[in-house]
Antibody
């Protein structure tokens, strides 16, 4: 069974940092691009960041560029999102997702999400 | 960045109705459009990719069409399980963007 399991969410103060992890199983992780999507409470979906299958190219939403870093460890089938200088507007459920292909694609598998709350 | 809009924002319908949701892009995205369904408290689910390709396991009552800047998602006969929020997403160019969503509820 294809599965994505996020961890690392929680409550953090403004200006703080968190690292999200996403453990993948049930598919060849190294063959697919991966993406983080977030959803603020009661709001719509927001694409955050994507990384190609090899990890050599990354993409970011303007709202997180310079503060967030996406990375992957294909040997561990794990995706990461390092989030620094967090702001109240980063409060959201963060979903780890698998792309249909190696890059530039829709996402076909979603994790259950991990909640990040930025508040003092 | 490419902006996505959806209409209507809310839709009241009955079981058995044929419904259509429209998604528009601020510039041409060819056919690089996906549709997702999200139910309360759950992760979204991919329904349609590349404008009209039905994802595996998705009922055939769902269909997508369009190209360029205008796209539609049609549900041919609404079932109780279909009452949810629907989002379109362009993946023609980064940053990928989602539409604001269409919430479908029971009339």
């Amino acid at each position: 069974e294809v599965q994505l399991l996020e961890s690392g969410g929680g409550l953090v103060q403004p200006g703080g940092s968190l690292r999200l992890s996403c453990a993948a199983s049930g598919f060849t992780f190294s063959s697919y691009a991966m993406t983080w999507v977030r959803q603020a409470p009661g709001k719509g979906l927001e694409w955050v960041s994507s990384i190609t299958d090899s990890g050599d190219t990354t993409y970011y939403a303007d709202s997180v560029k310079g503060r967030f870093t996406i990375s992957r460890d294909n040997s561990k089938s794990t995706l990461y999102l390092q989030m620094n200088n967090l702001r109240a507007e980063d409060t959201a459920i963060y979903y780890c997702t698998k792309d249909l292909g190696v890059t530039y694609d829709a996402v076909d598998i979603w994790g259950q999400g991990t909640m990040v709350t930025v508040s003092s | 960045d490419i902006q996505m809009t959806q209409s209507p924002s809310t839709l009241s319908a009955s079981v058995g109705d044929r419904v259509t949701i429209t998604c528009r892009a601020s510039q041409s995205i060819s056919r690089w459009l996906a549709w997702y369904q999200q139910k309360p408290g759950k992760a979204p689910k991919l329904l349609i990719y590349k404008a009209s390709n039905l994802e595996s396991g998705v009922p055939s009552r769902f269909s997508g069409s369009g190209s360029g800047t205008e796209f539609t998602l049609t549900i041919s006969s609404l079932q109780p399980d279909d009452f949810a929020t629907y989002y379109c997403q362009q993946y023609d160019s980064y940053p990928f963007t989602f539409g604001p969503g269409t919430k479908m509820d029971i009339k």
